[in-house]
């Protein structure tokens, strides 16, 4: 596990504009870069304090080989970040009309963007869903397009959190179910009533982030959920991801606490699949049932 000390070196060795330079400059380059053709670019002629700025670089986030000097991945990742942070957007969007119905009570949604946040709420319920996305991922898209990309955007970052790694440090995640009352206390009227509405709760080993999902979408990669979409003509890939959430009891529930067995139901076509999972997510049983 990284240490605090370690962390904070990291951050240390990128408090400098022309450190952050070099990244630039090896990130743009096809091809490794000589300490000279590094210097040049930068336009330092001072070879001494050039070299102490590559040296607080190598190891961590440059790495030295025998064709001269090339990012390492977490030199990779740390420009990338910067790069998906650069862009702006306004500070708001008007809301957008979403075409499905809110999973919860049916009524009309709308999707807004404002300080690194898109929000879904309904008109009808308090169900608002919301999740940070970075101003980069809306960059090349026009304002129509914004709910499809934000909706893919979600989908890669729970496949990623439900694969086993953390979306902000590639950390190891693990996945809980927890019920909404222990996340944000009895007030939970804007999830149906209800406090028992499980949820899944992916936790990082090394940063310690943690990310909400609702089980619906949490379980939509597993074969069963797939192959019973496909056998109704639905492609779960090219559906959007905010029609199988699930924010009410009517499709997620708590069965049993010992041992402890929550229930997810999907529907399509007449037909109902139910998917009985544990505490840490493991599937258990499933059953597909008229409606």
């Not at 070099?22 to 091809?31: F, H, N, V």
């Not at 190598?58 to 790495?63: A, D, K, L």
Request: proline fraction near 4%.
């Amino acid at each position: 596990m990284t240490t605090h000390d370690e962390t904070e070196e990291a951050f240390t060795a990128l408090a400098d504009s022309k450190r952050v330079a070099i990244l630039r400059i090896l990130w743009e380059r096809e091809s490794a870069a000589t300490f000279t053709e590094l210097r040049e670019a930068l336009g330092m002629r001072d070879s001494g304090k050039f070299n102490y700025h590559l040296d607080q670089l190598t190891g961590r986030f440059v790495s030295k080989t025998d064709n001269g000097y090339h990012l390492t991945i977490a030199g990779r990742l740390v420009y990338g970040s910067i790069l998906s942070g650069a862009y702006t957007k306004e500070d708001s969007l008007e809301p957008i009309a979403l075409a499905e119905p809110c999973p919860a009570c049916g009524g009309s949604r709308t999707l807004t963007y404002s300080d690194e946040t898109v929000r879904v709420e309904c008109d009808s319920c308090k169900v608002s869903p919301s999740a940070g996305v970075p101003p980069g991922v809306f960059a090349s898209y026009d304002r129509d397009a914004v709910p499809a990309v934000a909706n893919r955007y979600f989908r890669t970052i729970v496949r990623q959190a439900d694969n086993g790694f953390c979306w902000y440090c590639e950390g190891k995640t693990t996945p809980t179910i927890v019920l909404m009352s222990d996340i944000l206390g009895k007030d939970v009227e804007h999830l149906g009533g209800s406090d028992e509405l499980p949820v899944v709760q992916y936790g990082c080993e090394r940063c310690g982030s943690s990310l909400t999902v609702n089980l619906g979408n949490s379980l939509l990669s597993h074969p069963a959920v797939v192959s019973f979409y496909y056998d109704h003509d639905i492609n779960v890939q090219e559906t959007s991801l905010w029609e199988f959430a699930t924010w009410n009891t009517d499709r997620t529930r708590v069965l049993d606490s010992d041992p402890f067995r929550v229930s997810v139901s999907y529907h399509a076509g007449g037909e109902r699949l139910d998917i009985i999972v544990n505490e840490s997510l493991d599937v258990v049983e499933t059953e597909c049932l008229p409606e």
